[in-house]
């Protein structure tokens, strides 16, 4: 089975720090993405990456960057935390050839920004 | 630009009895994939069913199975059989079959849907 692992599952940070969300997947896949989901706007993409060291805007990248080093991991990066970036962080990964197949999410992170 | 719209925010259903949640998306492709993930309280999101837009056939998985309707570029998803590990929120979501950005997900803003015993 495909495996999508996040670093934490709850964390709290303070405004103005620089927070690392960290996800690993364990099925090779090419794809990687950072999704944020708040309620009644659904998932919306930050970031992605096709391969390493390959990344692309998503539609809401703003105060957010990413780092992929490693095939299997993808760093999610909030240079300095906002109250704005308070929701649920969603790591998911593909891959890219089989074009049908679905994405698999990672268990999320709740981050809360005070 | 592709666009997925769920009207639906909240539903709910009788155990045991059937729903349907409403998807409609917007798009000039041919060539594209409709999926339906199911996320449940605190734990993880998983696809529930996926529709090629080229099979004029609707998929079909156990109790849950879509009405895809292309023309009208609708993708409906209907539980039977309603169990109370239902209760989630369901998210519609769209993907072009080909193209730089082919693994990227467009999601509609997704329906809660309640299971009443």
């Known amino acids: 089975d495909v495996k999508v692992t996040q670093s934490s599952r709850y964390l709290v940070k303070r405004t103005g720090e620089k927070v690392f969300l960290e996800c690993v997947q364990d099925m090779d896949h090419e794809n990687m993405f950072w999704y944020r989901q708040d309620p009644g706007l659904g998932l919306r993409l930050i970031y992605f990456s096709y391969d390493v060291k390959m990344k692309e805007k998503g539609d809401i990248p703003e105060g957010y960057s990413v780092s992929r080093e490693k095939k299997e991991r993808f760093s999610l990066i909030l240079e300095s935390a906002s109250t704005n970036q308070t929701s649920m962080y969603l790591c998911?990964?593909?891959?890219?050839?089989?074009?049908?197949?679905?994405?698999?999410f990672g268990p999320g992170t709740r981050l809360l920004v005070l | 630009a592709q666009t997925v719209t769920q009207s639906q925010p909240e539903m709910s259903v009788q155990e045991a009895e059937t729903v349907t949640l409403s998807c409609t998306y917007d798009t000039s492709e041919s060539d594209y994939y409709l999926f339906w993930y199911k996320q449940p309280p605190s734990r993880q999101m998983i696809l529930v069913i996926r529709q090629e837009a080229y099979k004029q056939q609707n998929a079909t998985e156990n109790r849950f199975s879509v009405n895809f309707q292309k023309a009208a570029k609708s993708f409906s998803l209907k539980i039977s059989d309603s169990q109370l590990g239902d209760a989630a929120m369901y998210f519609c979501?769209?993907?072009?079959?080909?193209?730089?950005?082919?693994?990227?997900?467009?999601f509609g803003k997704g329906t809660k849907l309640s299971v009443k015993p």
């Open positions: 979501a769209y993907r072009k079959g080909y193209g730089g950005s082919q693994g990227n997900l467009i």
């Open positions: 998911a990964s593909s891959s890219l050839g089989r074009v049908w197949e679905t994405q698999y």
